[in-house]
Nanobody, 114 residues
Framework: QVQVVESGGGLVQPGGSLRLSCAASGKIPSINAMGWYRQAPGKQRELVASITSGGLSNYADAAKGRFTISRDNAKNTVYLQMNSLKPEDTAVYYC????????WGQGTLVTVSS
């Protein structure tokens, strides 16, 4: 059974940085995409960034220029480097693995506050 587990969330001051990690385990198809989504209180879950197994990345407008997604295929791990964090980045961040099915992680909370 394929699983994904996020880590790296926490409390950070505005302007600070965090690096999220998402590790996938199980029998994972070699062709896949992994992405980060977030859900703020009272809002719908939204895409932050995604990256294919071939290295093609895609970012939401809110993430462009501040966040960087990367992956280590040998480790089945995807990272989200978040810089210049703002209070509006506060949300639960979820990792998703997509092939012909999708697997979600349990989420990790990021709080940006002084």
């Amino acid at each position: 059974q394929v699983q994904v587990v996020e880590s790296g969330g926490g409390l950070v001051q505005p302007g600070g940085s965090l690096r999220l990690s998402c590790a996938a385990s199980g029998k994972i198809p070699s062709i896949n995409a992994m992405g980060w989504y977030r859900q703020a209180p009272g809002k719908q879950r939204e895409l932050v960034a995604s990256i294919t197994s071939g290295g093609l990345s895609n970012y939401a407008d809110a993430a462009k220029g501040r966040f960087t997604i990367s992956r280590d295929n040998a480790k089945n791990t995807v990272y989200l480097q978040m810089n210049s964090l703002k209070p509006e980045d506060t949300a639960v961040y979820y990792c998703r693995l997509s092939t012909w099915y999708a697997v979600w992680g349990q989420g990790t909370l990021v709080t940006v506050s002084s």
